[in-house]
């Protein structure tokens, strides 16, 4: 079968390898669809947050067909259409720690699947994974709510989608004037353009001044981590998911307990994916739009190149039909 596979760092390759075979407790997928994230690219160079070995497949974001089940799997069967978890345990990581679904067959522990209800596409299911990361985000959020969210990345966007779904007010903050247009074709009801003036004066401007109940960060910039804490009215909650190895700028720290923030690290979305999967399945918003361009399997370098090319793509997926 053919794999894409991650060699050593800065090294990647479109490769045969043999095709996985269910263990007592695993489920072998045959992949329909697969996203790729920026965190792919830490692990391609060798940054990712927890420690991994080469050689590894990617693909954490991924829809697929169960083709074969294990002795001791009695949840699914052959055709049924499923999503994984990727963030299952602290130091387990599917598709970094161990292999993942950019393969044209995959193995994948029986426990870490849902069930795709078929009122979601391939192409969403694709999507669950960082909607469930955004789901998870704006927990909290409702009708009463303003929110404002860094970024208009994927994980910002499905933000977008959920926190307006939910009845807030949706403030999106991101440099990119397409990016703009698709937060507000999601829900949002200001787009922000950080470089026309202070973030912070204009979240005010389109509050009266009272700022935001909520603050998604999902750019992972530095800058907009420490206007998170700017934006966020008396009492808010800030929700860091953007991720940044290193980094640092100046922050008004003060402001945490001059505001009384409460503020939390999110790293993927344990707990969360069946309500997110019933969410998505009944939300009114298709988030196809994410989605840039499709690659075929076999040209699944190609399309790491194009979602380098940031300026032009939001979200690229690689197929397997």
Known sequence: MKSVVFQGPDTAAVMDRDTPLAGSDDVVVRLRQVGICHSDFDLLADRYILPITYPVVPGHEWTGEVVETGSAVGRFGIGDRVVGECSVADDQHFGFTCDGAMAEYFKVPAAWLHRLPDGIDDTNGALVEPFAVAYKATFGFDASSTVAIFGGGPIGLCATASAAAKGAQVIVIEPDPRRRELASALGAAHVVDPAQAPVADQVADATAGRGADGVVEASGNPVAMADALRVAAYGAHVVNVGI??????????????????????????????????????????????????????????????????????????????
């Open 244 to 321: 940044d190895v290193g980094e640092t700028v100046p922050a008004e720290l003060g402001l945490i307990v001059g505001k009384a923030l409460r503020i939390d690290g999110q790293v993927g979305s344990v707990d969360v994916w069946p309500a997110a999967i019933r969410f998505l399945s009944r939300l009114p918003v298709d988030l196809s739009a994410i989605v840039s361009r499709r690659f075929e399997l076999t040209q699944a370098l190609a399309a790491f190149d194009a979602a380098k090319d940031r300026a032009n793509n939001v979200k690229i997926h690689v197929t397997n039909v």
